[in-house]
Nanobody, 132 residues
Framework: QLQLVESGGALVQFGGSLRLSCAAS????????MGWFRQAPGKEREGVSC????????FYVDSVKGRFTISRDNAKNTVYLEMNSLKPEDTAVYYC?????????????????????????WGQGTQVTVSS
C-alpha cells in the first residue's frame, strides 16, 4: 500500500517548537518533490514549505521563512519540518505531499485549490495547535 504518514503534531505554547515527520511506505521518495501544506478551519489548504528530490532546493512561503526548516532523508524515506517560534496563526492540520511531475518546488508550494489534488500522494495530516 502506497502511503504517507505524518506524525509529530501536538499542542504547543506560543514561541514553542515542533518537528513534524512524513514517512513513506510502499514507494521510495527519491524521485519525488516533497511539500508540507496546512489547512486551518474554514480556510483553504496552503503550501508551507517544499523541497526538491535531492534536498538541495528548499522553498518557504513568506509567513514561515526564518522559523521553519524543511529537510529530507531519502535513506529513511522521510521528510521533516522543523518549526520554531510558533505562533497561534500556525495552528492547522499539516499535510505532506509527494509529486514527481511538478517542475519546481516553488510551483509545488504555491499551488492552490483543485490543482493540489493532482499531486501523486497525500498523507492524512497531523494537528498542530499553538496556544497564545
Amino acid at each position: 500500500q502506497l502511503q504517507l504518514v505524518e506524525s509529530g503534531g501536538a499542542l504547543v505554547q506560543f514561541g514553542g517548537s515542533l518537528r513534524l515527520s512524513c514517512a513513506a511506505s510502499g514507494f521510495t521518495l527519491d524521485y519525488y518533490n516533497m511539500g508540507w501544506f496546512r489547512q486551518a478551519p474554514g480556510k483553504e489548504r496552503e503550501g508551507v514549505s517544499c523541497i526538491s528530490t535531492d534536498g538541495d532546493t528548499p522553498f518557504y512561503v513568506d509567513s514561515v521563512k526564518g522559523r521553519f526548516t524543511i529537510s529530507r532523508d531519502n535513506a529513511k524515506n522521510t521528510v521533516y519540518l522543523e518549526m520554531n517560534s510558533l505562533k497561534p496563526e500556525d495552528t492547522a492540520v499539516y499535510y505532506c505531499a509527494a509529486d514527481r511531475r511538478i517542475t519546481t518546488v516553488q510551483s509545488m508550494c504555491l499551488m492552490t485549490g483543485d490543482g493540489l489534488m493532482w499531486y501523486d500522494h497525500w498523507g492524512q495530516g497531523t494537528q498542530v495547535t499553538v496556544s497564545s
